[in-house]
């Protein structure tokens, strides 16, 4: 798509829209000189000349990518207005906007009846849901995974709730017998389970998680941040020639979730879910959303504010909110592209797709390797590893992923962008039990796939990884030498 055309669209249509309003008077204060301008903007473009390539497949680091074309033309379609979701008459447009997505968030939860709204963060949105939990289990505690967020902890303590940590297992998931015990003391009154951790993409057993909080009237709150989106690759995928609503035949690639569906499918028994369309929903920053399957639970929001509300007898978006003002745009870009990228398996799937089969590609040929070990399977696009080591000597495996991320960005054309996660002693040897624990802690390689291209650039990657592997095992064979020669 051409991105100049579409924000030249942008741009007509708003100033056809500002002419039926009579022509503005204007005010000079407001005017810059061409040259003044000129000036700042290469300032500006030079600093920015200084990114990392977030929109190219050499990009395999952290969780970052550019929004879609699509998702910037209605951002700028509507920012022109600038309107505020707080209020409808701050946006009466982008309130409705906002409404409509949040109705098809929802609806890809199965969610029936709901309450709901965008957020300016995942983190924010996390913030309501326990906000609304302390509201709703007064006096009760919140427990979350070790591999939770961060922010959960700091929320927690910043809404004076008890937090507490439920170790994971050996693939980074909340450990639910520890739960089960943490639950039988009665302190806890939510449970987070994190779909798709921020460091691992590691899926917490939802579904055994709810098995052990509905006797004991625990809420559950699904901090889908990160891999909400995901819940529509937990649906089989249509063959070709097949009939919708029919099973596929055996031995047919057709059919297969490209997930495990057991933790997805519980996803409508949570009280609360929070997923960030600026992460795999393809917008800019500023888009998160949070739901609640119980509408009732607006009664905790109760306020009154002065100078807003005169339009609409309906609730405004403010009146469900912990925020205040918040980017119209941000729900104008989102509407516009579920309008070209719909929430089913077809429609945004088929972008999530590819990064989840490269990340299940290149666990295996990383598996294979002689210079690379998989530090654990991959439970969405996020794949960890670390160069091979037999036994892999914590320090030796933190200091060549320091050196492999530092190396890899180097070579103009041949660059590749890596990011590198500290995991515990402990963390690393239940993956690893032959490994030599001389830390406390290493460092592993992480790389988010979230990108389609990463799919077709997959091979590329790997020969490069590889090849930085075995360049730092010379490093380092040529250092332990060079050691050698100056003790002997
Ligand atoms: C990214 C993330 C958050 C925080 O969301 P922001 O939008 O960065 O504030 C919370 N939880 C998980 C699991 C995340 O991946």
Redesign the pocket.
């Known amino acids: 798509m051409d991105l100049a055309h579409w924000l030249g669209r942008a741009v007509e249509q708003h100033e056809k829209w500002q002419d039926g309003h009579g022509p503005g008077p204007g005010h000079p204060a407001l005017d810059v000189a061409e040259a003044d301008l000129s000036a700042a903007f290469d300032a500006l473009a030079e600093r920015l000349g200084g990114s990392y390539p977030f929109f190219h497949p050499r990009y395999a680091g952290q ?1 970052l990518k550019p929004p879609h074309p699509v998702a910037v033309t209605g951002y700028l379609a509507a920012m022109l207005v600038n309107p505020n979701n707080h209020a409808r008459d701050g946006g009466p447009t982008s309130s409705a906007l906002e409404e409509e997505v949040v109705e098809e968030l929802a609806a890809m939860f199965g969610y029936g009846e709901h309450l709901g709204h965008l957020t300016s ?4 949105g ?1 913030l309501e849901a326990l906000f609304v939990a302390r509201e709703s289990h007064p006096g009760k505690g919140v427990a979350f995974s070790a591999e ?2 961060y ?1 959960h902890a700091r929320m927690c303590h910043l809404l004076g709730i008890e937090a507490y940590t439920v170790p994971v297992d050996a693939r980074g998931r909340m450990d639910v017998d520890a739960l089960e015990r943490l639950l039988s003391t009665g302190a806890v009154g939510t449970v987070v389970a ?1 779909m ?3 460091g691992l993409g590691a899926v917490d057993p939802l579904h055994r998680i709810l098995e052990r909080t509905r006797p004991a009237g625990v809420r559950v709150h699904a ?1 889908a ?3 909400g989106f995901f819940t529509l690759l937990a649906q089989p995928e249509q063959g070709p020639g097949q009939t919708p609503g029919r099973p596929p035949g055996r031995g047919t690639a057709a059919g297969r979730a490209l997930v495990d569906p057991a933790p997805w499918r519980a996803l409508p028994s949570c009280d609360s879910v ?1 997923v ?1 369309p ?2 795999h929903g393809l917008q800019p920053y500023g888009c ?1 959303a949070v739901l609640f399957r119980d509408p009732e639970v607006r009664r905790f929001y109760g306020h009154d504010s002065p100078y807003t509300y005169f339009t609409s007898a309906r609730p405004h978006l403010g009146e469900i909110s912990l925020e205040c003002s918040r980017s119209g745009a941000a729900a104008a870009a989102l509407w516009l592209t579920l309008r070209l990228f719909p929430l089913t398996r077809e429609g945004l799937g088929r972008v999530l797709a590819p990064g989840r089969r490269a990340a299940l590609r290149w666990a295996g040929l990383i598996e294979a390797s002689p210079r690379l070990d998989l530090y654990q399977p991959p439970d969405l696009d996020i794949v960890t590893y670390h160069r091979h080591g037999a036994p892999p000597v914590l320090s030796g495996v933190a200091a060549a992923s320091e050196e492999m991320m530092r190396e890899g960005m180097r070579d103009g054309d041949d660059a590749v962008f890596l990011s590198t996660s500290r995991v515990s002693a402990a963390a690393f040897t239940a993956r690893r039990p032959d490994a030599v624990a001389d830390a406390e802690e290493t460092r592993i390689l992480r790389s988010v796939l979230m990108k389609p291209e990463a799919e077709p650039y997959l091979d590329r990657l790997h020969a490069r990884v590889e090849a930085l592997a075995a360049d730092s095992l010379g490093a380092a064979t040529a250092g332990a030498a060079a050691g050698e020669a100056r003790r002997g």
């Open positions: 969780m963060s995942g983190t924010l996390n939770s967020h922010t994190t798709g951790t921020t901090d941040a990160y891999g929070v960030d600026h992460k998160g």
